[in-house]
């Protein structure tokens, strides 16, 4: 148990359906993170939330809608993907956003997503 | 501009030998903080140390130690008498007051027995 859940741990939607990830701690911490992780690539950061307010998007297209409804939630949810689109996508929290002080991200364990 | 590079994508040894991971960072900030993680199989990606840009000492953690050379901006990572249990893809991560941190392309460790 690394102190953020991510569900669910394995998703395979085609390309017209709609699903979402969700992402839960109960660390305390004020800032959530999504990152994607496709093969060979590096880390992206796609968004970033503090304290529910959205601080950071990454140019990610608009298939990708997140939702921060409270500190300890956050949603990604997904719409007509593409098959490019198949990663591991991560969520992440700390006690604050990077700027107002040095924290170490906690992370979930991440969503394997498969677009057919 | 903030980067980290790994250059080294894939790393194999035997099981026992040494190993070092690269990291090489680049900012313009005096004040910065460098991590590393670990991202097992199973897919989270768990943090092993912070360091900052005022405390050059290196660090040893059990077989586990980092050289911090800000003259090469360079924060490397080496195992010692490595494991099975060592493999997994490792992130160097810098952070310099900015919203998020950066990270590098990961390096692919894999321990043979």
């Known amino acids: 148990e690394t102190g953020v859940t991510q569900t669910p741990r394995h998703l395979v939607m085609g390309m017209t359906n709609k699903k979402s990830l969700k992402c839960e701690q109960h660390?305390?911490?004020?800032?959530m993170y999504w990152y994607k992780q496709s093969a060979k690539k590096p880390l992206e950061l796609m968004f970033v939330?503090?304290?529910?307010?959205?601080?950071e998007n990454n140019s990610v297209p608009s298939r990708f809608s997140p939702e921060c409804p409270n500190s300890s939630h956050l949603f990604l949810h997904l719409h007509t993907l593409q098959p490019e689109d198949s990663a591991l996508y991560l969520c992440?929290?700390?006690?604050?956003?990077?700027?107002?002080?040095?924290?170490?991200?906690?992370f979930g364990s991440g969503t394997r997503l498969t677009v057919v | 501009a903030q980067k980290v590079t790994q250059a080294q994508t894939e790393i194999s040894v035997v099981e026992k030998e040494d190993v070092t991971l690269d990291c090489v960072y680049e900012?313009?900030?005096?004040?910065?903080?460098l991590f590393w993680y670990k991202q097992p199989p199973s897919g989270e990606l768990v943090f092993l140390i912070r360091?900052?840009?005022?405390?050059?000492q290196n660090e040893i953690s059990g077989r586990y130690s980092w050289n911090f050379q800000k003259s090469t901006s360079s924060f490397n990572f080496t195992i010692t008498a490595s494991q099975v249990v060592d493999s997994a893809v490792y992130f160097c991560?810098?952070?310099?007051?900015?919203?998020?941190?950066?990270f590098g392309q990961g390096t692919r460790l894999t321990i043979n027995p």
């Open positions: 992440a929290s700390s006690q604050d956003l990077p700027s107002r002080g040095v924290y170490g991200y906690t």
């Open positions: 660390l305390g911490h004020n800032a």
């Open positions: 939330y503090s304290l529910e307010e959205r601080v």
């Open positions: 900012t313009r900030d005096t004040t910065y903080y």
């Open positions: 360091r900052n840009s005022f405390d050059e």
């Open positions: 991560a810098l952070n310099s007051g900015a919203q998020k941190l950066v």
